[in-house]
């Protein structure tokens, strides 16, 4: 089956198995491998990544329905003259990095929410920032300092 | 995992897709967030799947406020039942519980019409729905249609009055007849997020401006094979007073909701915790 998408701002047209799993796409064919496979059951959020502007875990999301949409993983978020997105400064301020396998998803995640609260003019609660991380487990239990990075997005 | 896939773009498509594979083993999937961990564990060579993600169908995938009803397509996902400001208003029992289940990475994909066809006791979006007395739209390859309420939909464990032909294309929830609501969904488990229920309470009631009782919608999840409408609980609460009702009668609506208890002991909880706790949460839901 042939897909097209755009995946961290190219297109691409890929030929694939129909019951790939967006996850495979990513890391086996497409050679991106920051975004990380955990638990593979939808429990962990490492996988996670940003299709059409929403986070999804991909280990449950069939590649052939990237078709025709936009996925954004954790390669995807700098640039030569911003190697680092606002997300990832705050997880450096604040400490929120430890062994780094659930850090991806975590930024991924904080992404796709800050996104969302920033359309629509919204400041979130540090328990509504806990809550938009509830699908995303850290087993260093990290969770004060990576939630501080969290809420420090919205900080000026 | 090896399996075909067949992806519809519109209904014709879905419905002949449905018609032409009568003698395949066939899986119709649209979240994906529990058939893809089935697959996973299962043997899937010959297996076809019809894909529902690229379908393109409004009466699928939206929320129309009709004249006596609010349609709410089989495809609209948790994320969009949350976002909707007329769900938040007028079901907040169906808000809460969109809002309470697993993450937000599964609420962006996980559908109403595969919480309901999941068929599990726990199903959190489908206790409130039938809370709020819901109807599912079914559509079949031969160009049926019928109605039936989810309370009867649902048959028993994972069984479902759904024959191979048929698919569900959209929920109706009944308009309230008033703004004064007490309406929210009650999740107990052992943390908050990514959680199934132990017991789950689903419960809308609609009242008079002094706060009687005239409509009552309480279901519970996760304590039996199925999510029982409890009627006698609710049809006990018709005419008292939400402000004035007494320790007693509050007991006795705990215990006719019990009645339509019977749980089983598992990896979660014993049968007699989730008794126990379906008990003392049904005693709550009047506030202080």
Redesign the interface.
């Known amino acids: 089956m042939i897909i097209t998408f755009k995946i961290n701002g190219e297109i691409k047209t890929q030929e694939i198995k129909s019951s790939l799993l967006l996850i495979d796409l990513i890391r086996d064919v497409l050679r991106l491998k920051g975004t990380k496979p955990g638990c593979l059951e939808g429990e962990c959020g490492a996988c996670s990544v940003i299709v059409n502007g929403a986070a999804i875990n991909s280990c449950m999301y069939l590649a052939i329905n990237v078709d025709g949409k936009e996925v954004t993983t954790i390669e995807g978020l700098g640039n030569n003259e911003n190697p680092l997105h606002q997300v990832q400064e705050k997880m450096l301020e604040n400490g929120a990095v430890q062994c780094g396998f659930c850090t991806s998803g975590m930024v991924m995640t904080t992404k796709a929410y800050s996104d969302k609260c920033i359309a629509e003019g919204i400041t979130p609660t540090r328990e509504e920032v806990k809550k938009s991380l509830e699908g995303n487990l850290c087993r260093c239990t990290g969770y004060a300092k990576i939630i501080d990075a969290a809420e420090a997005v919205y900080k000026k | 995992?090896?399996?075909?896939?067949i992806?519809p773009k519109t209904t014709p498509e879905l419905l002949n897709a449905i018609y032409d594979n009568q003698t395949e083993n066939f899986r119709i999937g649209a979240g994906?967030?529990d058939l893809?961990?089935q697959?996973?564990t299962q043997e899937?060579e010959g297996l076809i799947?019809i894909?529902l993600?690229?379908l393109k169908d409004d009466n699928f995938k939206l929320i129309i406020e009709n004249k006596t009803n609010f349609q709410i397509g089989a495809l609209t996902t948790a994320?969009e039942i949350i976002d909707n400001k007329s769900i938040k208003e007028n079901f907040p029992v169906l808000y809460q519980a969109a809002s309470k289940l697993?993450?937000?990475?599964?609420r962006?994909?996980a559908t109403v019409g595969g919480n309901i066809c999941n068929v599990s006791p726990s199903g959190d979006m489908t206790a409130a729905l039938i809370a709020l007395k819901a109807t599912c739209h079914i559509i079949d390859c031969d160009g049926n249609e019928r109605k039936e309420l989810l309370s009867s939909f649902i048959r028993g464990l994972k069984k479902t009055s759904l024959t191979k032909k048929e698919i569900i294309k959209n929920i109706t929830i009944p308009k309230n007849a008033g703004q004064n609501l007490k309406s929210g969904f009650e999740k107990v488990g052992s943390r908050?997020?990514?959680e199934i229920s132990i017991v789950s309470l689903a419960y809308h009631l609609q009242l008079t401006n002094d706060g009687i009782i005239t409509h009552a919608g309480v279901a519970c999840g996760a304590v039996a094979p199925t999510i029982p409408f409890t009627t006698s609980a609710c049809e006990f609460l018709i005419e008292k007073n939400i402000n004035t009702i007494s320790e007693n009668d509050k007991e006795e609506f705990a215990i006719k909701v019990l009645e339509y208890a019977n749980p089983i002991s598992d990896i979660r909880a014993s049968d007699w915790y989730r008794k126990e706790v379906l008990f003392n949460v049904s005693k709550t839901i009047f506030g202080k």
């Open positions: 995992m090896n399996f075909e896939v992806s994906f967030t893809i961990n697959f996973k899937t799947l894909n993600t690229q994320s697993a993450s937000t990475q599964i962006n994909v908050k997020s990514m």
